[in-house]
């Protein structure tokens, strides 16, 4: 039996994922796949990526993957990465796409004429270390207040019912950053490159157990 199965629709290099998710559970077995049953029979799912929204819901589709993801997101211990996070909401700016619908809300894009503190522009997409305020989840355990993790993304999530919100991050107004219900849990960085509080985050979902 699979222990933890990441989503593979072509879309991004999920070998750091995997590698990552090894590292925090050395016993465990720990698949990149495409394939539908696999991913239904997996104890959890990792759904990542990256690129743009219309080619990864158009590969998504294509790998016949969306009902098992759906299924998994609904039953099982879930988390969704950067792109994974996106796609989990209706609808994205991005190509005008209609997302999975998992999530109430939408995906917008960072302003054009950004300005930080001291009124220099910021570059789109948000790219680097960036702090992360966060809320009383069971995936943040052993993780500071404000910890950096690192990002990748010209897009951020919108959710309509802020009880979905789990964290923050400045650029420089706050975005939403990670998102939960239930069993699903979802974030815009990427921790699997975000070093220590990245591989704590992937150790507590290895051993999360939702109610």
């Known amino acids: 039996m699979v222990d ?40 959890r799912v990792v759904f990542p990526g990256q690129g743009a929204m219309p080619d990864c819901i158009r590969e998504l589709e294509a790998r016949g993957l969306r009902a098992a993801l759906l299924h998994a997101a ?12 996106q ?17 109430p809300g939408r995906v917008v894009r960072f302003a054009n004429n950004l300005c930080d503190a001291e009124h220099s522009k910021l570059k789109v997409p948000h790219m680097g270390w960036n702090q992360v305020h966060h809320g009383g989840h069971p995936l943040w355990k052993g993780i500071d207040q404000d910890a950096r993790f690192y990002f990748v993304h010209s897009y951020y999530v919108c ?45 507590n979902f290895v051993n999360w157990a939702p109610i």
Request: proline content about 6%; charged content about 20%.
């Open 87 to 103: 796609m989990l909401f209706e609808h994205s700016e991005e190509g005008d796409t209609p997302g999975l619908g998992i999530l």
């Open 4 to 43: 933890i199965a990441i989503i593979d629709y072509g879309m991004g290099n999920l070998r750091s994922v995997r590698q990552a998710l090894q590292a925090v559970a050395p016993a465990a077995s720990v698949v990149v796949t495409d394939n539908p049953q696999e991913v239904l029979g997996a104890s």
């Open 74 to 85: 609904r039953t099982k211990p879930f988390l969704g990465i950067c792109i994974g996070l």
């Open 159 to 203: 959710p309509k019912d802020t009880e979905l919100v789990q964290a923050t991050s400045c650029y420089p107004q706050a975005f939403t950053c990670a998102v939960a219900r239930d069993n699903l849990f979802a974030v815009q960085f990427h921790p699997e490159k975000s070093q220590d509080a990245g591989l704590r985050l992937l150790k």
